[in-house]
């Protein structure tokens, strides 16, 4: 059986939105390597429940690395080190004995703090609001296989599809850019017959209100795709800036 | 008209800008480093006599320098406003900051291409002050008579520290130009599995060989090993 850990954690704490944060130290003994790391700090909040301190607030839900609610830079990295993994799904057996781990909010002024480690990724719900309807036609559903799509458009549609919503990309940008996000979310109609009708207005909408959440721009640093939980790739930011591009000669 | 201009400021707007300008601008580097190789003969008439070609365009070169000034200024001005959109768009950075690893592409000259322009922009200026608006030494080939560059060339890097200066600052241009021209593609929506890791090896093959020649002419000079200057500057 694997030791158990002891971690000396360094956690961002903030009591509400408009509050002043700051790194707080914490002490954690026998942390399991199997542990996930939302689960050590669980372990975390009981201990500090049971000392009569405030718990440290962090999103999760689906724990299983598909709902997109966890997120945390760990250690500078968003997500943390494991590649392709949400926090949710990153074990702590990828951590030393006696290491120091930092614990930090995504930071973006589009994604404001709400409480300690939670942030609010509204911004994207207002970004995916503004991309509209793909126009089919409603009734019964529709034959399998009536629209042929060529097998490689297809799977370079569900690779974009995959997008969790997490941010991670947002997080990890040095320009807290959007661009993984939008480009996964406008590839993955752009890429198929149905969403052909709207694709140009669509990619303008979307990086419109992009833009207008106050995200920063694209520098091509293609960090967004190194902490991607679903290793997006930045072909798809590529993809939506011919979208966009073309879009002004319409 | 005015939906056109919003879309040409947007994020991919400006980044399309910076990208478009940026290449032309690479074009000018390409251009002036082989019109340099001249430099490295021990005779000064065929480099002086591509600058006087040059300069006898006239009104032509002057147009040609309008508009690479425009380029230069649309370039700078979406660079400065990238910088200053990323400030804004994370006001409180991370107490630790980390690198995610392979496929990243964040590199010291991807992080730095601000202050690597900036220090550009001093040398443009430095260096047309030096060279174009500098002292005009005349000679004559084939009876005519030009500007003698061959000479204030190998005065001003006779000068250490000058040499120093237009050697840090080629490494800095090789910085950017590591970063910046992939980027230029990406920037323009050309990416593609097989062509872009081919661009972006081709763009550090570039940025390396292209700041090692600019490097290798002021230092050339300086050492002199063909005893080139003393006949350069005696002959008034």
Same mark, same amino acid.
Request: hydrophobic share 45%; with cysteine; aromatic share 10%.
């Given at each position: 059986?694997?030791?158990?850990?002891?971690?000396?954690?360094?956690?961002?704490?903030?009591?509400?939105?408009?509050?002043?944060?700051?790194?707080?130290?914490?002490?954690?003994?026998?942390?399991?390597?199997?542990?996930?790391?939302?689960?050590?700090?669980?372990?975390?909040?009981?201990?500090?429940?049971?000392?009569?301190?405030?718990?440290?607030?962090?999103?999760?839900?689906?724990?299983?690395?598909?709902?997109?609610?966890?997120?945390?830079?760990?250690?500078?990295?968003?997500?943390?080190?494991?590649?392709?993994?949400?926090?949710?799904?990153?074990?702590?057996?990828?951590?030393?004995?006696?290491?120091?781990?930092?614990?930090?909010?995504?930071?973006?002024?589009?994604?404001?703090?709400?409480?300690?480690?939670?942030?609010?990724?509204?911004?994207?719900?207002?970004?995916?609001?503004?991309?509209?309807?793909?126009?089919?036609?409603?009734?019964?559903?529709?034959?399998?296989?009536?629209?042929?799509?060529?097998?490689?458009?297809?799977?370079?549609?569900?690779?974009?599809?995959?997008?969790?919503?997490?941010?991670?990309?947002?997080?990890?940008?040095?320009?807290?850019?959007?661009?993984?996000?939008?480009?996964?979310?406008?590839?993955?109609?752009?890429?198929?017959?149905?969403?052909?009708?709207?694709?140009?207005?669509?990619?303008?909408?979307?990086?419109?209100?992009?833009?207008?959440?106050?995200?920063?721009?694209?520098?091509?640093?293609?960090?967004?795709?190194?902490?991607?939980?679903?290793?997006?790739?930045?072909?798809?930011?590529?993809?939506?800036?011919?979208?966009?591009?073309?879009?002004?000669?319409? | 008209?005015?939906?056109?201009?919003?879309?040409?400021?947007?994020?991919?707007?400006?980044?399309?800008?910076?990208?478009?300008?940026? $290449?032309?601008?690479?074009?000018?580097?390409?251009?002036?480093?082989?019109?340099?190789?001249?430099?490295?003969?021990?005779?000064?008439?065929?480099?002086?006599?591509?600058?006087?070609?040059?300069?006898? $365009?006239?009104?032509?070169?002057?147009?040609?320098?309008?508009?690479?000034?425009?380029?230069?200024?649309?370039?700078?001005?979406?660079?400065?406003?990238?910088?200053?959109?990323?400030?804004?768009?994370?006001?409180?950075?991370?107490?630790?900051?980390?690198?995610?690893?392979?496929?990243?592409?964040?590199?010291?000259?991807?992080?730095?291409?601000?202050?690597?322009?900036?220090?550009?922009?001093?040398?443009?200026?430095?260096?047309?002050?030096?060279?174009?608006?500098?002292?005009?030494?005349?000679?004559?080939?084939?009876?005519?008579?030009?500007?003698?560059?061959?000479?204030?060339?190998?005065?001003?890097?006779?000068?250490?520290?000058?040499?120093?200066?237009?050697?840090?600052?080629?490494?800095?241009?090789?910085?950017? $130009?590591?970063?910046?021209?992939?980027?230029?593609?990406?920037?323009?929506?050309?990416?593609?599995?097989?062509?872009?890791?081919?661009?972006?090896?081709?763009?550090?093959?570039?940025?390396?060989?292209?700041?090692?020649?600019?490097?290798?002419?002021?230092?050339?000079?300086?050492?002199?090993?063909?005893?080139?200057?003393?006949?350069? $500057?005696?002959?008034?």
């Amino acid at each position: 059986m694997a030791t158990k850990l002891s971690l000396n954690l360094q956690i961002w704490r903030q009591a509400g939105p408009d509050k002043p944060g700051k790194m707080v130290d914490y002490k954690l003994n026998d942390v399991s390597p199997d542990m996930s790391f939302l689960e050590m700090l669980d372990v975390l909040n009981d201990d500090l429940l049971q000392k009569g301190e405030e718990p440290v607030e962090f999103d999760n839900d689906c724990r299983e690395g598909i709902c997109g609610m966890c997120s945390l830079v760990i250690n500078g990295v968003a997500h943390g080190p494991q590649k392709g993994t949400a926090t949710c799904q990153l074990h702590m057996r990828k951590f030393k004995d006696g290491e120091t781990v930092t614990i930090e909010p995504f930071r973006a002024k589009a994604f404001p703090v709400v409480k300690d480690l939670v942030v609010d990724r509204g911004a994207f719900d207002r970004i995916i609001a503004a991309g509209g309807y793909i126009s089919i036609n409603a009734g019964g559903a529709p034959d399998a296989n009536a629209i042929p799509i060529p097998k490689e458009y297809a799977d370079e549609a569900m690779d974009a599809a995959a997008c969790i919503g997490c941010g991670a990309c947002v997080a990890a940008c040095p320009n807290a850019s959007a661009s993984l996000f939008v480009s996964a979310k406008i590839s993955q109609l752009a890429l198929l017959p149905q969403g052909q009708p709207e694709r140009y207005r669509r990619a303008t909408s979307m990086v419109a209100q992009m833009d207008a959440e106050g995200f920063g721009d694209c520098s091509n640093h293609a960090e967004c795709e190194a902490v991607c939980p679903k290793e997006i790739s930045i072909a798809h930011i590529a993809r939506m800036k011919r979208d966009y591009l073309r879009s002004v000669f319409k | 008209m005015a939906e056109e201009k919003a879309k040409l400021w947007s994020s991919v707007g400006k980044k399309a800008l910076m990208a478009v300008t940026g $290449l032309l601008l690479v074009t000018f580097v390409i251009e002036h480093l082989l019109g340099n190789l001249l430099l490295f003969t021990t005779d000064p008439d065929p480099f002086n006599k591509y600058a006087y070609t040059l300069m006898s $365009l006239g009104k032509l070169l002057i147009a040609v320098e309008l508009v690479f000034l425009a380029f230069f200024i649309l370039h700078m001005y979406s660079g400065l406003t990238v910088y200053l959109s990323k400030r804004k768009a994370r006001p409180d950075s991370y107490r630790k900051s980390g690198n995610a690893g392979n496929p990243s592409k964040k590199t010291l000259s991807s992080t730095t291409m601000i202050i690597s322009g900036l220090v550009l922009l001093v040398f443009v200026a430095i260096h047309l002050k030096t060279f174009k608006f500098g002292p005009h030494y005349t000679t004559f080939v084939d009876g005519v008579e030009m500007r003698d560059l061959y000479k204030l060339v190998y005065q001003t890097f006779a000068q250490p520290l000058y040499v120093f200066w237009y050697v840090l600052s080629m490494v800095i241009l090789g910085l950017h $130009l590591r970063h910046g021209v992939w980027s230029a593609f990406q920037s323009l929506g050309l990416h593609h599995h097989r062509f872009t890791p081919a661009i972006y090896t081709f763009a550090l093959i570039f940025a390396v060989v292209w700041a090692l020649g600019f490097i290798a002419m002021p230092i050339w000079i300086f050492f002199d090993p063909l005893n080139v200057r003393q006949d350069v $500057l005696n002959l008034m």
